[in-house]
């Protein structure tokens, strides 16, 4: 591989999922990362923010957007993606990889795909539509929720098996809830604490029943989903089942095969825990059946395949290079 | 209130569950506290090991049996109680109440009350049974999952109401793995770590089948549920659904009927965090209609109301004191 | 003892030491609590605010001052309690506890006392002072690290040992910041996180030192003192060390003497670790010589002795109660 | 750089040092990761007690050495690699870098290196003596603790400035300890917990001491040292300070000028936490001046810095390759 090819822009780069996209892209070796915008620390070094990064980089958060880029990765939040691309005038040639929610497909989409501001979006899920991804223009990153119910789902639903309503239950990290100051967010209060909040709400079960039933023929169950607070930072685990009436091993060869060429998706014949893949861009699967149900356990780090690492996958699938590229990362493990 | 009025001494009185217990009773208005035998740590003040009782006892270890109590509480684990009871010729004057699993009824139980060792046990949820529990001579103190889950249904049981298919996830801190050192106990493993475990097969969905069996009269559905290890040391959350079709006002009255008289048990308009509870015996419970769904959450200590505490209540009962009695805590809080 | 003798009131009881008061007060045999003022939550359950109180008050967050009490607890912050005196008009039949620094002495005390508002304030550290607490009408209630660090070396300045320059570490959980959010309070960033502050520069050490030097007649030597924020709630733990001719032997002496009728400090043998004082009002002290230097371990919870559990303990010398009355507390151990 | 140039073994690989050894070499573009040798776990895959490595590598643990390496790496723990030495014939062209403390100068070495078993082992230490260890054949890698103090103090000794008593206070995470099982490894005990250890005593002050000593000329101060264990995984914090009778100015200065050819060292003019190098390579430095002491603030990752990062730097070295080889990491930054 030769040098630097592609130059990549941040707009939002002082919160969390800027951070990792910082801390990739830097380490990625064919990008250049030539600007990170923030309207909040603009002037400021970067590793005044992401303090991490003394040593790394003398990059300054600026407040100017510079057009003179390939790639322009937004992580500004849920609705001010929406702004942001209405505000400003952007070439279509610069390929956008938003990480809200704004462009992401939802139940109600008509097509496969999300028109808004001249511009296509693709539901950035490579273990879904990698083939789909390469040819896009623009993607739209999905959820950290999202992205580690559908990996648990998707053979089942390739093949049609997503008969019998289903429950999931998960546990995220602190840091899927960004940056702000707020009571759950308190270190005092959050440290030995739990709690449960959108029970059967939350608002990421719109992606995931728009990618299951696009996959199979019949009307897709109900999707049942608790998802908890946990008191860590980093990291999603989920616990999916459903009726499903094959056996284990046929569980397994249907799994196995669905993600054969897929490179961070591993499936694991122990219970897995969630520091397996906290500071990685995996997903570890792992199945189990009991009675007529299978179990199926999903565990991801939120920040990066559940965001900024799926955003560089993505990148890496847009412009050609190899999947994995800039994504072999050394697991934090403790 | 008058003077001391019981004798109580502890078997298995170095664990976990054996320590929330001295810590209880030393400071129990109505009881002297005997002795703790432990056959590991005899010969020890009883502070070398639960360090924090510094200043508060001058009690030791002990590896003899002093049959001159009114009380005695079996802190020995699972399948160790039995072996205990076959082994001493325990004058049924002294009443027992056990920790473990070794006389809880279960599903197959074909009466209400376990019999053994020319005892019978009852099992100690007074918020189930409290009569029977009053005129008791042994109890077998309920698990400490099975206790937040019962308390959760137990209103929808008593009303023949449990029709549709029971789903459970739940969480529980370290300690209710017990002293025990293993890879999973390990700080290392387990700081900002998860992992479920014995998912759809849970050991105390016995006892709670048994119970809510008992209460309604229509067969029970099935219980799904997934326990899941958490990085925090006290404290079980559980969230239970199950489709109602009332509203939420009428199960809010349902459940602030249920649990007026029981004084550990309380209704929170407001979702709960698991420190509400920890380091107190309460359980708090909050309801939620989503659909046709009614959401259970309920938490508890897992080592008060989840054990110790509410052994403390059951002798409370037994030896007709006030149900509250020594167990009006200090909450943690942080 | 008879029934409720004291009616009390707490200033500023939605923050985290009136809430630790509003605990402790609830469950004290002698107190009845009259009111608790907090202009931010007027109006509000009490149980809103500190959500483990749910089911034991049904007290409201009030912003107006009751003056019917015997003792008023100011919880308003550091600056704040001296403009709360200055524009209330209470009588001086109303005893002040205050928590702030604001009315604590420092090195440029002239007196014992602090007078201001037509009162006289007495340094609550009843190790230190009893009689003179005993016999006070206010006081000022000594600072967390000021407690860990004086009792500590209170043995040693009242022997006039302190010659040599004294060095402290001291560690302190999150709770020690109070609940206002801040970038060092998120648990994103605090959990497993350390830093130091204020190093060699802390404010406490000016009550220390006035403590210290109001003891011993020559010149108290140097204290430099590094603080650090740990990655945990409750409790402090400090490590001193200074020059000491005497035998280990020796200084367990004339600790175990100093400490003979304090019944909230107890010297350990062993090496104590923190978690044997959280939730508790205790200070537990452990002592090591190794070569010229003794080394002072000394461990509290901040928010109890070194805050709203010290509060009590003087109020309860105030009004000639038993100093232990209510502060009997269960451990969290875990 | 061309295709795989270094053969490399692993002895120890089941630890947690020989866990981080793998993580780096399997991610290093120059080296092949020939074997990993292990007593208890021979038999298994590495992914089998290193889960995060799973779907990274398909080695198995072995417990026969090939010899047919250009180096090997000791991860066995004090005393062992002394025994692994005195067993296996090793030829000397395999070069040895050793993670214990067996082969570490200490203050009675009377030469610079520590010769055994037809060895010559130089302390590993690269901001130290980077020319001896390039042109060394073994490698004594520093301690944890050890790396911490020695990068806060090398340029005062550079200088002949270490005139003073020296005092220093540092929290470890648990992996310093390793992965074996004891009360103070489990996480019912350690979680929110804190303690002292080897107060004044710690065994790293013997190669600290030697370092020291041999870059200054006059006799060295007593150095104080004050180690903790913390409530966290991974990294050290360390505070030091001693007497110093120039500006900040010209202490930064000194620092800046010491550290700048040597890239792993970065001096921070904000105050650091210790997640900023956390799952990094790196040392961050923190200067301070408070009255006539300088204070210095110095954070690593225990086991990258302070273990196998730094091995792997030290290979780096002996290999002529580029220092920051596969050393480049993501930070875990939460």
Redo the contacts between chains.
Sequence with gaps: MGGVSINAGIVGGAG?TG??LI??LL?HPQVQLSFVHSNSQAGKPVH?V??????DTDLYFTDTLDQDVDVLFLCVGHGAAKTFMAEQQLPVSIKIIDLSQDFRWNESSKSDAVSAYDRVFVYGLPELQRQAIVKAENIANPGCFATAIQLALLPLAKQNLLAAEI?V?G?T???GAG?S???T?????????????K???HQHLHEIRRTLQGLQEQALPDI?F?P?R??????I?C?S?TRFYQTLEQAQELYTTYYASH?FV?I?T???????????N?C?LHL?K??E?L?I?SIIDN?LKGASGQAVQNMNLLFGMPEQLGL???????
């Excluded at 122990?270 to 990685?280: G, R, Y």
Aim: proline share 5%; glycine share 8%; net charge positive.
């Design positions: 969390y951070g990792e801390r990739l380490n005044a992401h303090t991490d990064l003394l040593g429950h239950s546990i990290g602190s840091t940056q100051l707020s009571p967010s308190h270190y005092s209060w959050r440290s030995g604490n739990l709690s449960n909040y029970v059967l709400s049942n608790v908890y946990g008191p860590f930072t980093r990291g685990l616990t089942y490179p591993h694991s122990d219970t897995p825990d969630l520091k397996q893949v906290v500071n990685t995996k570890i189990q009991e009675g149900y179990v356990t920040l072999q990362l050394k697991a934090t493990s403790f």
